[in-house]
């Protein structure tokens, strides 16, 4: 590839009223508007301060601008450009969203998590967003501490995080997530809370799954619900919130001394071999593993807790330690990973079934490569509202890929937004009140993206019986 015309013959002006650059913001917000985004805002958010005026409009802003790629206040100014304002109405400026950011609650942000939740079940039932979610379907949890730069933003604190495999502590903010998804559809965000840095992963994890929990059930999740989540989900807490709601479980247990003493017991004949058809990373090593063994047993856990002790299954997977064979009887050295669950498949499945609990590390990449490449403000409450409304356009986008065709439907978000939403296009006014976007010929996605087109022109899709 290379340049057809020399610097001196080649000019640029901004002058075009008639272009956008994100014309893939027609279909998503059209979505959107299907399924009232708007509406559930202007019934469950109620602001005080009178920046909030206009809560619907400033709320959808935010939302398209996020899926136009703005990761700061700043940047939904990639709202105002060309002919947007021929597409939509009520577009606002990035300083009036930042005031209207900065004067919200934590009450306003447990409502705008409410209009997310609302929307997930609408944009389930009028989307194929999760097929096979009425039959088996797994809720993840999981947190993460999204690093920030100097201590001026409010809740920052030295929390531990994975970087390469390795626990570091870092300055930042803990954002924790739920991610509901099927064997063949890609995660969701269920649920979404931003705490602060130096909170502990299971700090009101009860809570939250129980209200994940009541969110994947609105969006469909009437079959087996499997909740999964690594050790520092393995409480009493919250596996009492997974029973009283008739969900599965399946937490990483923590090695104590009870732990290892049920491992102990098991015979030796006991252990199945197994092959992994690709090598695995183990975390605890870092080196990269393609058999080990795994078996169960009967476990009665919190048996100090009055009234919360849970008999269930430990299912326990071993592998050789490398570069240490033996150990001075000459027996094997292995590293033990457990899994407390009451997951009812068999053996080697349910094993499976817990380590695909790394799905939500997805939704975490898909987060960061996104709106939540920043944390934009000073204020805890415009970021912990600033999630939510991320979260809500992580899963307008997802339905969006998967309107449009198999292979956007469980495409990153980031080639979601290079494929489907930063197209540009020119505008053409013609008849009373008709507009054609002329967009660019030989697009490579042009047939993705006309799926989702066409689909948001036609009447509603009703959910699969």
Known sequence: ??????????????????????????????????????????????IADRLGVNAPLKIGSIVAGMIAGADSIDDLDVLRHGGMDKLFAGIRAPSTLGSFLRCLTWGNVRQIGKVGRRLLARLAAHTPLLPGVDVLAFLDLDSMQKRIYGPTKQGAGFGHTKIQGKSLRVRGLNVLASALSTPL???????????GGTANSARGADTFVTESINTAREAGATGILLCRGDAAYYSA??????????????????????????IAAIPQ????????????????????I????????????????????VTARLIVRRVKRLGEQTDPGHHPCYRYHAVFTDTPYELIQAEGQHRDHAIIEQIFADLISGPLAHLPSGNFAANAAW????????????AAGCLSGARCARARGATLRRHLIAVPARLARHGRGHITLHLPGHWPWQPAWMNLFDALRSPPLARAA
């Open 1 to 46: 590839m290379r340049l057809s015309h020399a610097p001196a013959h080649t000019h640029a002006i901004f002058d075009d009223q008639h272009t956008v650059a994100y014309a893939g913001l027609l279909p998503v917000m059209r979505l959107a508007e299907r399924c009232d985004l708007a509406g559930l805002a202007q019934e469950h958010v109620t």
């Open 185 to 195: 559809a890609a995660p969701v965000i269920t649920a979404s809370r931003l705490r």
């Open 237 to 262: 807490k919250v596996i009492g919130a997974c029973r009283r709601a008739d969900v599965r479980f399946s937490f990483t247990a923590k090695m104590d001394p009870k732990i290892k003493a049920a």
């Open 269 to 288: 004949g006991a252990w199945t071999p197994i092959s992994y058809p690709n090598a695995i990373l183990d975390e605890e090593s870092g080196q990269w």
């Open 290 to 309: 393609s058999d080990a063994e795994v078996a169960e047993t009967r476990y009665t856990a919190f048996t100090s807790k009055k009234g919360q002790a």
């Open 387 to 398: 999630l939510a409304l991320a979260t809500i356009s992580h899963n307008l986008l997802r």
